[in-house]
């Protein structure tokens, strides 16, 4: 779990791929891929895209099914704010939260965590085999991710 | 791929529900029906009504059925997402809408529903899967009612024993329940109890101190309601009185039992003699006779805590697997409990299960001709 860090930060020697066509992946929207044999989700909230493992480091739930909300955020006793609307996932199981952005849980953000991944958006540079049936500008974008 | 178990694995803890309640209507007579339209079931789903749930509505997020009904109302969702996907052998059913039938004021009432929910769970759900056994719900309001009630589904084969909350007016030990217990006892069939229903209607308070104010504060009282109904059964002297029953806690925890049977053995050597009936260390009657389900399943310190305390609670006898799908807090039994040895896993995974429900091993033969 601590070596997320540092995965993340050497990303160059990991591979890119395709997630999605840009305009497929709108805000509030998510796609589960399995990607040598990993299913990770990636999210667009708001604009911003982020990738996680599939698998709640609980019980291994499908947690990128999971609902993305804000929280109750730490408060004093007896206060009630519910605050950080749509940067939560929450497990589909056991309800265990995570911060999208990091993977980290919000019980124990610095033991508990889900491996998140790179993603990037960038111009298509050949049209994809597969979708050739419908015309790609270049400027539409792919969504890729780094594994 | 959905992964395949090679181990047997019987679920103690599944809860079906309907997708409305008419459909325990053609069980029910035209008197009940018309209380039932003008006035709804009168049944909380989460025993004390006021708290939260976890999750989805108190479900797994992913077992709502694509048509937008209750989770647990979909036979063909539960075989895909438990029985097929685990290689589930026998799963116990536990039901959800009507459990807390024993909270209602009309007694004749509540066992005209506990009767009707018997029936349906027979047609719906025992009859088209061979899978499941049921858990033939009592209403305890009136003991006699509930006998005539167990009397008259137990034959089936389907049903595998007798299924109330554990909120309750009395503890279990006590005499009023016998006409129930000597049903059970004639068969010898077990008693089930399932958590739930504390503080509901004419029940006791949930905790010894009354209303708690959070759902996290109300899930801890189930073990002061097992351990208060535990103690019952022993020094009011149940265990002899009814020698083939055996109680069922489910979904009331586990670890605290190694130190609460501490206590109670200590307490008896001195306190012997004002139930003097009572001639064993009360330890010994609860390994015997009384188990309980693992979901939901502590983490605690890590796997050697688990297992020192399966070794102090007897868990080669009395511990039984139990997943709890489709709620919140459903246990994985691929994942919820630690790395244990093989033999005592088959034990808590099956064979204690199989003992209680006397379920036979479902062989090749026996699966080809479902």
């Known amino acids: ?147 | 791929m959905p992964p395949r178990a090679k181990e047997a694995i019987i679920d103690c803890d599944i809860h079906q529900r309907f997708k409305s309640h008419k459909e325990l209507y053609p069980y029910l007579s035209k008197a009940w029906q018309k209380d039932i339209d003008e006035f709804g079931l009168r049944l909380t789903t989460t025993g004390s009504g006021g708290f939260l749930n976890g999750g989805t509505g108190g479900f797994r997020e992913d077992s709502y059925p694509a048509d937008g009904t209750m989770a647990g109302s979909d036979l063909p969702l539960m075989r895909e997402q438990l029985l097929d996907y685990y290689d589930i052998e026998y799963g116990i059913l536990t039901g959800q809408d009507c459990s807390p039938v024993s909270t209602l004021p009309n007694a004749d009432y509540a066992n005209a529903i506990a009767s009707a929910y018997n029936d349906w769970m027979i047609e719906h759900w025992i009859e088209p899967e061979p899978r499941l056994k049921g858990l033939a719900l009592i209403a305890l309001q009136n003991p006699n009612q509930a006998a005539k009630e167990l009397e008259r589904v137990l034959d089936h084969p389907g049903i595998v024993g007798a299924l109330t909350q554990a909120g309750a007016r009395f503890p279990y030990g006590q005499r009023f329940y016998d006409p129930i217990y000597e049903v059970l006892n004639d068969r010898g069939m077990p008693f089930v109890v399932h958590t739930g229903g504390e503080g509901s209607g004419w029940n006791g308070n949930p905790t010894p101190v009354g209303y708690p104010s959070y759902y996290i504060e109300a899930r801890q009282s189930r073990a002061m309601s097992y351990q208060a109904h535990i103690t019952s059964l022993i020094f009011e002297g149940a265990f002899d009185r009814f020698p083939n029953i055996q109680w069922v806690f489910i979904e009331g925890g586990y670890i605290w039992l190694p130190t609460f049977l501490w206590r109670l053995d200590s307490d008896w050597k001195g306190l012997r003699d004002q139930t003097p009936w009572v001639t064993r260390p009360p330890s010994e009657y609860v390994f015997e006779r009384v188990r309980f389900t693992t979901q939901p399943m502590e983490q605690g310190e890590g796997p050697k805590s688990l297992l020192q305390i399966f070794e102090w609670g007897r868990a080669e006898k009395t511990l039984m697997f139990a997943t709890d799908y489709p709620h919140w807090d459903f246990d994985s039994p691929e994942q919820a409990l630690p790395r244990m040895p093989e033999e005592l896993r088959r034990r808590i995974m099956s064979e204690n299960a199989r003992e209680v429900f006397k379920l036979p091993v479902r062989t090749t033969e026996a699966l080809a001709a479902d």
């Open chain 1, 1 to 147: 779990m601590e070596q997320a860090t540092t995965e993340r930060a050497s990303t160059r020697t990991r591979e890119k791929h395709f997630v999605a066509l840009l305009r497929d992946l709108p805000p509030g929207s998510r796609k589960i891929v399995s990607i040598q044999g990993r299913s990770i989700g990636v999210f667009n909230i708001d604009g911003q895209f982020y990738a996680l493992k599939n698998s709640c480091p609980h019980q291994g739930a499908p947690l990128c099914a999971g609902r993305i909300k804000g929280t109750r955020v730490a408060t004093k006793p007896f206060e009630y704010v519910y605050a950080r609307e749509n940067e939560i996932i929450k497990c589909p199981w056991h309800g265990w939260e995570f911060e999208i952005s990091t993977g980290r849980s919000i019980f124990n953000p610095h033991r508990v965590r889900v491996q998140t991944y790179d993603v990037t958006v960038e111009a298509q540079e050949e049209p994809d085999p597969s979708i050739e049936m419908y015309p790609v500008t270049v400027e539409e974008g792919v969504v890729m991710v780094h594994v």
